[in-house]
């Protein structure tokens, strides 16, 4: 399948600040959803995104894919210790064999 | 609806053993998935089935068997488990529609 690289592997935010964690492709990219894992818990599906150029909001969390589709990006506002977590992209093109890589683990500094 | 249920919630193994995590999902899904997540790590498909009857490897089968009976069961059998069996296990399932819903997982310790 295709090698989608998740940047950066871990993100050290303090409260309050925003932040950016990146998904990149060599190649282009069918749909991309993004989940979310707890410490401890298990991934949650945030959102998936279809269309070139796709932007979505969820509150303070705000997704996009790039134009060309060989990239994704999760900007997150005014990070909370709730945001503690690690973030996954992952591409569907390989129809049911769905990849996750290693994800963007956030930590938050209060 | 329960959603996606996998017992054990955590189990020891001594190497050489055998068992079977169970998964059991209530939303009529045809697709199912095993993946599991050693430390710091994301998740390795292991094996997943697109309807009753039907199975498939993923990216890391050896070592494990599933089946797929009915609609609502994908087991995952481990044979002779070895301590690269460490892990921790989620089943998942999917209506078609690619939003995987997961169970809380399985941490298995083999010793």
């Known amino acids: 399948g295709q090698q989608v690289m998740q940047i950066p592997q871990y993100q050290h935010v303090q409260e309050g600040e925003d932040f950016t964690t990146y998904c990149n492709s060599s190649?282009?990219?069918?749909?991309i959803q993004w989940y979310k894992q707890r410490p401890g818990g298990h991934p949650v599906f945030l959102i998936q995104?279809?269309?070139?150029?796709e932007v979505k909001k969820q509150k303070r969390l705000t997704f996009q894919f790039g134009e060309a589709k060989k990239n994704s990006s999760l900007h997150i506002t005014a990070t909370q210790t709730t945001d503690v977590g690690t973030y996954f992209c992952?591409?569907?093109?390989?129809?049911?064999?769905?990849?996750f890589g290693a994800g963007t683990t956030v930590t938050v500094r209060a | 609806n329960a959603g996606v249920t996998q017992t054990p919630k955590f189990r020891i193994l001594k190497i050489g053993q055998s068992m079977t995590l169970q998964c059991a999902q209530d939303m009529n899904h045809n697709y199912m998935y095993w993946y599991r997540q050693d430390p710091g790590m994301g998740l390795k498909l292991i094996y997943y089935?697109?309807?009753?009857?039907?199975?498939d490897k993923g990216e890391v089968p050896n070592g494990y068997n599933v089946s797929r009976s009915t609609t609502e069961d994908f087991p995952l059998r481990l044979e002779l488990a070895a301590p690269s069996q460490t892990s921790v296990y989620f089943c998942a399932s999917d209506s078609g529609t690619g939003e995987l819903f997961f169970g809380e997982g399985s941490r298995l310790t083999v010793l």
């Open positions: 992952v591409d569907l093109s390989n129809d049911y064999k769905l990849s």
């Open positions: 190649t282009t990219l069918s749909n």
């Open positions: 089935s697109v309807g009753a009857g039907i199975t």
């Open positions: 995104l279809v269309k070139s150029g």
